[in-house]
């Protein structure tokens, strides 16, 4: 049995308990999901959302990349989305609490390209000088950097919540660096 195999089987048995699942509830309900949060997370395969925070299936839209760090390419990704929102008549956040999470992790890889100064200034499109404010060796301050780089963003809407999360590979608990807030106080 090969990797796509394995992953395949398990497939068939996710499904099967999504059968199990609509029996219970009618899929009708299950059929729009209420988006309650975006996750913007990173890449590496321990720090799955679905795995370290629980998230189910229609519970959050979940955005990663190298770091879960924001950058002009996940900020075109956060404009799609806002914009398929419009499309399908959906207002993220019209009706009760949502939440943006950013949510990184210690022992990343990104940590490991701090000699690549020029990848990474063309990562975040700043200058090379200014690669210091990113925080790239530091979770913590880093997730500090994008919760207030997301802040600054006048497209998102000021009484979404937003957090920023840091979870830790070796204990496998996420401590909550910046605590949950509306993104800009009226
Ligand atoms: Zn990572």
Not at 5 to 11: H, I, K, P, S
Not at 42 to 69: F, S, W
Request: with cysteine; glycine share 10%; proline share 6%.
């Amino acid at each position: 049995m090969n990797n796509l195999d394995r992953l395949l089987q398990r497939n068939k048995e996710f499904a099967v308990q999504q059968a199990a699942a609509d029996a219970l509830m009618p899929s009708l309900l299950r059929a729009m999901p209420e988006v309650k949060a975006i996750i913007i997370g990173c890449a590496d395969m321990r720090a799955d959302p679905a795995h370290v925070l629980g998230t189910k299936p229609g519970e959050a839209v979940v955005l990663r990349n190298i770091g879960g760090r924001v950058t002009p390419g996940l900020l075109e990704q956060l404009g799609l989305l806002g914009r398929i929102g419009q499309v399908a008549g959906e207002v993220p956040g019209g009706g009760g609490e949502f939440h943006i999470i950013v949510l990184q992790h210690t022992d990343c890889g990104i940590a490991r390209l701090s000699g690549d100064r020029s990848m990474l200034a063309h990562y975040f499109q700043i200058q090379e000088g200014e690669l210091k404010t990113k925080a790239v060796a530091d979770p913590r301050a880093a997730v500090a950097v994008d919760v207030a780089a997301l802040r600054a963003i006048p497209a998102l809407p000021g009484t979404w919540l937003i957090s920023g999360l840091v979870y830790d590979v070796a204990s496998g608990l996420v401590e909550v660096v910046v605590p949950p807030a509306p993104i800009r106080t009226a």
